[in-house]
């Protein structure tokens, strides 16, 4: 069981957009501005597209975008595109005794 | 660029130790900590410890306390993730990853098999 409560799955026709959420605690999500999401596509290593909450590493397209509220990240993607079929995770810091917790993982499908 | 390039896949027996190198390159390599993660399959991510390159001071999870050990080697930029006492659970893809705010470089992942 992971740390951090991620929706198994989320799916969109493209050009949409897809939130996922990414539900922890005050002693992590709610309790730091370090919260990051990585793309996986299958037998890849995770990318970086969101950290600190809502800032995108150069080369992330604008259709990602990250916000919290309370124990609750979120992700959205916008204009969903075939390339963006992949799984997505959430992390955040989580004190000095969980550095880092991440979540199980959502697959984004796109119709 | 920068690129952390991993050692190949393991198999190894229940009991056995296991030891992951990760190359770093495209950078000053004593200016950010080296991370080791790993990835059962269907799971997400789970952090095992870090190593400052600089001082080679390490911290671990608690859980892994007394089995993992990082260490590095700086004349050749190499960051090494040895696990011991190894079960069939830590079947998994291992991960080092350079951190800045967050893990923003990751090498290919190792897959480190455990069966008898």
């Known amino acids: 069981q992971s740390a951090l409560t991620q929706p198994p799955s989320a799916s969109g026709s493209p050009g949409q957009s897809v939130t996922i959420s990414c539900t922890g605690s005050?002693?992590?999500?709610?309790?730091?501005?370090?919260v990051s999401w990585y793309q996986q596509y299958p037998g890849k290593a995770p990318k970086l597209i969101i950290h600190e909450v809502d800032k995108r590493p150069s080369g992330v397209p604008d259709r990602f975008s990250g916000s919290k509220s309370g124990n609750t990240a979120s992700l959205t993607v916008s204009g969903l595109q075939a390339e963006d079929e992949a799984d997505y995770y959430c992390s955040s810091h989580g004190g000095s005794s969980n550095f880092a917790l991440f979540g199980g993982g959502t697959k984004v499908t796109v119709l | 660029q920068v690129q952390l390039v991993q050692s190949g896949a393991e198999m190894k027996k229940p009991g056995a130790s296991v030891k992951v190198s990760c190359k770093a390159s495209?950078?000053?390599?004593?200016?950010?900590?080296i991370h080791w993660l790993r990835q059962a399959p269907g799971q997400g991510p789970e952090w095992l410890g870090y190593i400052n390159p600089k001082s080679g001071g390490t911290s671990y999870a608690q859980r892994f306390q007394g089995r993992v050990i990082v260490t590095r080697d700086t004349s050749i930029r190499t960051v090494y993730m040895d696990l011991s006492r190894l079960r069939s659970d830590d079947t998994a893809v291992y991960y080092c990853a350079r951190r800045g705010p967050t893990f923003d470089y990751w090498g290919q992942g190792t897959l480190v098999a455990v069966s008898s």
């Open positions: 495209g950078y000053t390599f004593s200016d950010y900590y």
């Open positions: 005050s002693n992590d999500v709610g309790g730091y501005n370090y």
